[in-house]
C-alpha cells in the first residue's frame, strides 16, 4: 500500500515584499500556515488562529509553488511549528536553493528545520486576551518559553517584539518586559531585536514610528517595519 504524500493546511499563499524584519522589502513567496497554540488578542491573521481556515495541500504542491516565484519564501502562520511536515516542507524548499524565513512565537521547536533566517516574535503580556478565562489562562502559560527560543536561536535570528506605541507609559512597560526576557536570553545583540507597532491603521503608523524611534536611538533597538500595512492596508495576501 502506498502512502499518502505529506499535507499542509494552508490559509493563504501569496507573492509579495516582506513587511516585517531585516529583510522588508525583498520580494518573497509567503506560505501561511494555519492552527495556532497561542490566542493573542490583536492577533491580525484571524484567519490562522481565532478562526482558522485553508485546505490541504501537497508539499510537492506548495514547492512547485514556490520554485516559479522569488528566491526569498516566508514559512508562517498561525503558528506554522505546529505543523509535522514544516520541517519536511523547509529541507525541499532548500534543497531547491530557497532562502528560507520561518515566522514564529517561539513556542515549539522542531529537531528538522532548516532556514536561513529564524524570525522570532515572543509575545508580551498585553497580548494575553481578557477572555475567557481558561483560554487567557492557557495563552499566558505558553506565550513565553525562553528554552525554546534559545533553542531556536540557533539559526540566524531576529527578534520582533509588537509594543503597544500609542502612548508612551504603555511603550515603557513594554520594553521594561522585553528587557526582563532579553535578560533571560543572555542579553543579545540589540541591533537583531525590532520593535513593531501594534498596529493595523496606516493612518496611525506615522505617530506609532516616531515614539519608537526615539527609544531606539537610545537604546539600540531597531525599529520595526510595517511596510505592508503602509503599502497595501490591512489586507490579506499582501
Given at each position: 500500500?502506498?502512502?499518502?504524500?505529506?499535507?499542509?493546511?494552508?490559509?493563504?499563499?501569496?507573492?509579495?515584499?516582506?513587511?516585517?524584519?531585516?529583510?522588508?522589502?525583498?520580494?518573497?513567496?509567503?506560505?501561511?500556515?494555519?492552527?495556532?497554540?497561542?490566542?493573542?488578542?490583536?492577533?491580525?491573521?484571524?484567519?490562522?488562529?481565532?478562526?482558522?481556515?485553508?485546505?490541504?495541500?501537497?508539499?510537492?504542491?506548495?514547492?512547485?509553488?514556490?520554485?516559479?516565484?522569488?528566491?526569498?519564501?516566508?514559512?508562517?502562520?498561525?503558528?506554522?511549528?505546529?505543523?509535522?511536515?514544516?520541517?519536511?516542507?523547509?529541507?525541499?524548499?532548500?534543497?531547491?536553493?530557497?532562502?528560507?524565513?520561518?515566522?514564529?512565537?517561539?513556542?515549539?521547536?522542531?529537531?528538522?528545520?532548516?532556514?536561513?533566517?529564524?524570525?522570532?516574535?515572543?509575545?508580551?503580556?498585553?497580548?494575553?486576551?481578557?477572555?475567557?478565562?481558561?483560554l487567557a489562562q492557557r495563552h499566558e502559560r505558553s506565550r513565553w518559553q525562553p528554552d525554546v527560543v534559545l533553542a531556536l536561536m540557533r539559526f540566524p535570528w531576529q527578534l520582533k517584539f509588537v509594543v503597544r506605541a500609542d502612548a508612551d507609559a504603555a511603550l515603557r512597560r513594554d520594553v521594561a518586559e522585553i528587557d526582563t526576557m532579553l535578560e533571560a536570553l543572555g542579553d543579545p545583540d540589540p541591533q537583531r531585536v525590532l520593535l513593531m507597532p501594534e498596529c493595523i491603521d496606516p493612518a496611525a503608523l506615522t505617530e506609532r514610528y516616531q515614539r519608537i524611534s526615539a527609544l531606539c536611538c537610545t537604546r539600540g533597538f531597531r525599529l520595526g517595519p510595517r511596510l505592508h500595512i503602509t503599502a497595501f492596508g490591512h489586507t490579506p495576501g499582501t
Open positions: 500500500m502506498t502512502a499518502n504524500p505529506p499535507t499542509l493546511r494552508i490559509a493563504e499563499r501569496f507573492v509579495s515584499v516582506q513587511g516585517e524584519g531585516i529583510l522588508a522589502g525583498v520580494p518573497s513567496s509567503f506560505v501561511r500556515l494555519t492552527g495556532c497554540n497561542l490566542r493573542c488578542s490583536w492577533c491580525d491573521s484571524p484567519e490562522s488562529s481565532w478562526r482558522p481556515t485553508g485546505e490541504p495541500q501537497s508539499l510537492d504542491e506548495i514547492v512547485r509553488w514556490c520554485r516559479d516565484g522569488p528566491r526569498h519564501v516566508v514559512v508562517t502562520g498561525g503558528e506554522p511549528l505546529l505543523s509535522p511536515y514544516v520541517g519536511a516542507l523547509t529541507k525541499a524548499l532548500w534543497d531547491n536553493d530557497h532562502h528560507i524565513t520561518v515566522e514564529t512565537a517561539g513556542t515549539l521547536d522542531q529537531p528538522d528545520l532548516v532556514c536561513d533566517l529564524m524570525s522570532l516574535s515572543p509575545k508580551l503580556a498585553h497580548s494575553t486576551p481578557a477572555a475567557p478565562a481558561s
